[in-house]
């Protein structure tokens, strides 16, 4: 957690509106590995990490609800007897969608005040939305002691992005924000939403997300095929979900589908075993083989769900030329955004000079790196 964050934040409440009476922190999140496999009822591996929104709340005395983004400069005034969506790209959206929600379920709350900001760079992939939503609505509820369970609460975080951000976004990113815990991943079965913390050992490796920074224009509308692909071929299957098909039943469909979407289903099945073999491999304190797992998950992301791009596939093949990366992978939807890179630490430094230069080289444009730790979810300060 960043400590300067924190005192900037306290400081711009006590400016606004006098002392807080919370303090948050609500991380972002990393997926180790399991990718598109989360709206097939699959298997995916996520954690929080140690960077995320820090967020003060107090009760309000006025007869309005104002909230302060520091990153955005920018503020929010709201009647919460009122509330509306906006129809533009905003964080605001966010904010009134989690208000929206908690009030469908407990009343119209009381008028409150709120500051945030945050250290997850932006468009990296890392999930600063779910991470400010799980903020507004764990500091809500413990504020006016809503008494929400906190499953109760990443619910209301994921039906605010559907009705208010209009993304039909699956559950993973709220639940890692939440349920996460230090220097564990979180096995986590999108089905049945049981999951399982398994220790991560770091002692010999760190973490480097690498930022491409680019986020190809195709990205949203070739999530959108993916996840119709998959439709399709369950509907052949009188099938609910892809979770619930076989190899051999895959098979027996072949000749009806075409050979790119013969591949996507083949993915998905592969890949949710890759998760399965990850959780094996942790448990046996076997990093080498995690790594491995992440260098066919990519293969597999960009040769058969072709969700990768040139960027990307760069930065992971440089990435498996280095002797200092055991593993890595694109993460996330695609198209752009971050790889993820499992990386020796007496390596890692000169690994994250080379690859720069590299990338700045082939592209002409910089990449961004940044080193995580694995971290608890939201919490009270």
């Excluded at 009705?163 to 709220?174: L, P, R």
């Excluded at 094996?280 to 040769?303: I, P, R, T």
Aim: aromatic share 8%; glycine share 6%; with cysteine.
């Amino acid at each position: 957690m960043n400590n300067d964050l924190v005192s900037l934040v306290k400081n711009r409440f006590r400016k606004s509106f006098g002392n807080e009476d919370i303090l948050v922190f609500s991380p972002g999140r990393i997926n180790l590995i399991g990718e598109h496999t989360d709206y097939n009822n699959g298997y995916v591996f996520p954690a929080a990490i140690d960077k995320g929104i820090i967020m003060a709340l107090g009760k309000s005395n006025t007869n309005r609800s104002t909230i302060i983004s520091v990153d955005m400069n920018d503020r929010l005034e709201l009647f919460l007897k009122d509330l509306k969506r906006i129809e533009a790209n905003t964080w605001k959206n966010y904010i009134i969608g989690v208000i929206a929600e908690i009030q469908k379920k407990r009343g119209t709350l009381l008028n409150f005040n709120c500051v945030f900001a945050g250290d997850i760079p932006v468009g990296s992939g890392l999930s600063s939305s779910a991470a400010l939503e799980n903020a507004l609505v764990f500091g809500c509820n413990t504020l006016f002691n809503l008494k929400f369970d906190k499953m109760e609460l990443i619910h209301i975080s994921q039906k605010a992005e559907h009705n208010f951000v209009g993304v039909n976004c699956g559950i993973m990113d709220q639940f890692a924000s939440m349920f996460g815990e230090a220097d564990k991943a979180l096995f986590l079965d999108c089905k049945t939403l049981q999951s399982e913390s398994v220790a991560v050992n770091m002692d010999e490796f760190e973490i480097i997300l690498i930022n491409s920074n680019v986020k190809h224009a195709l990205a949203e509308s070739a999530y959108n095929d993916r996840y119709a692909v998959c439709q399709k071929l369950i509907k052949l299957l009188n099938k609910t979900s892809l979770r619930e098909v076989s190899y051999e039943e895959l098979d027996t469909i072949k000749t009806k589908i075409s050979e790119p979407d013969y591949r996507k289903g083949l993915y998905v099945l592969q890949e949710n075993d890759r998760v399965l073999q990850c959780r094996e491999a942790l448990e046996d304190n076997n990093m080498k083989k995690v790594g491995a797992f992440l260098f066919q998950s990519h293969k597999g992301q960009s040769e058969m769900y072709e969700i990768s791009c040139d960027e990307l596939d760069f930065l992971v093949n440089e990435a498996k030329l280095n002797d200092a990366v055991i593993g890595a992978r694109m993460m996330g939807g695609g198209f752009g955004g971050c790889t993820i890179n499992l990386v020796t630490k007496n390596g890692s430094e000169y690994f994250q000079k080379k690859i720069a230069v590299s990338y700045k080289k082939q592209f002409k444009k910089d990449c961004s790196i940044y080193k995580v730790k694995l971290s608890d979810g939201t919490r009270l300060i």
